[in-house]
């Protein structure tokens, strides 16, 4: 059975029509996923700051001990 062309001309724009569809899908995963990765990011950072500033703390705890004791020898 042959297609007349008005019926391949819809099917092709249908088609089309399909990709474009799944092409915007596409782009909203993308896009969430890059706000993810950039949320996380920021976690990390934050993260980073908050572990450097208990190291700092236990550092003076450690250097506060270290000195008692050896004032008491």
Sequence with gaps: ME???????RNV???F????KDML???????DLNDKIQHLSINHATLLEQ???LRIEVEKISNKKTTKKSKKK
Excluded at 3 to 9: A, D, F, G, L
Excluded at 17 to 20: E, L, N
Excluded at 25 to 31: G, H, K, Q, R, T
């Design 3 to 9: 297609k007349s062309t008005n019926q391949i001309e």
């Design 13 to 15: 724009s249908a088609s």
């Design 17 to 20: 029509g399909h990709v474009k």
């Design 25 to 31: 899908m596409l782009n909203d995963a993308f896009s």
């Design 51 to 53: 572990i450097e500033k």
